[in-house]
């Protein structure tokens, strides 16, 4: 079957960070990525792993071990605007997104 | 680059009614679009994966029926959600990729509201 979990919510302090976890069992691998959801909108693109180690872009970096089945997303000087939900998302053989349910990120002063 | 539009953004029709959602590639040549479900609090749910010129790929459980999926270009595909009702009440969701596997580019949504 397939399955990917990530916690359900996680509450932060601005100018700090966190780290949002992705697990995952699925049929085939050809990718993971990270997106973020403001409440009301449409997901936007955050990161793309498909080999194993941390790739940073800014204040977000995103770590993938394939032999794990484990991403983490790290979020760096957090901001208010960073209040969201971050999806992980893999894609699989057939080349579609199997979703995580999301981890609603609470971001307070 | 990659940008993707959908329209109309909000939608409240009647019960029963039928309602047309256009999702668009702006900017390139989509050969692929797929369309999404969200309910409150909950994660997108694939409904359906269409390929320009040909029938869509319904997921298991979307009744091809009452979504009818219309990929006829390039750059534009349909989703009308026919003998609408309350249930269908959602967030839907468009998003386009050129054939670049990594990556899909999504629409901003429409939200429809069925009274």
């Known amino acids: 079957g397939q399955n990917i979990d990530q916690p359900t919510e996680m509450t932060a302090t601005e100018g700090a960070i966190v780290q949002i976890n992705c697990t995952y069992q699925?049929?085939?691998?050809?990718?993971l990525f990270w997106y973020q959801q403001h409440a009301g909108e449409a997901p936007t693109f955050l990161s793309y792993?498909?080999l194993d180690g941390l790739e940073e872009k800014g204040r977000f970096s995103s770590f993938l071990s394939r032999s794990k089945g484990y991403s983490y997303l790290l979020l760096k000087e957090l901001q208010m605007k960073d209040s969201a939900s971050y999806l992980c998302?893999?894609?699989?053989?057939?080349?579609?997104?199997?979703w995580g349910a999301g981890t609603k990120l609470i971001i307070k002063p | 680059g990659a940008v993707v539009s959908q329209h109309p953004s909000r939608v409240i029709c009647k019960s029963g009614t039928s309602v047309k959602i256009e999702c668009r590639s702006l900017?390139?040549?989509?050969?692929?679009m797929f369309w999404y479900r969200q309910f409150p609090k909950q994660s997108l749910m694939l409904m359906a994966t269409?390929?320009?010129?040909?029938?869509?790929?319904?997921e298991q459980g979307v009744e091809k029926d009452k979504f009818l999926i219309n990929h006829a270009s390039l750059t534009l595909s349909t989703l009308t959600v026919t003998s609408a009702h309350p249930e269908d009440s959602s967030f839907y969701i468009c998003?386009?990729?050129?054939?670049?596997?990594?990556?899909?580019?999504f629409g901003p949504g429409t939200r429809l509201t069925v009274t």
């Open positions: 792993n498909v």
């Open positions: 900017d390139f040549q989509a050969t692929t």
């Open positions: 998302a893999i894609m699989d053989s057939n080349y579609q997104l199997i």
């Open positions: 998003s386009a990729t050129n054939g670049q596997a990594n990556e899909q580019y």
């Open positions: 269409s390929n320009e010129g040909s029938k869509a790929t319904y």
């Open positions: 699925t049929s085939g691998f050809n990718g």
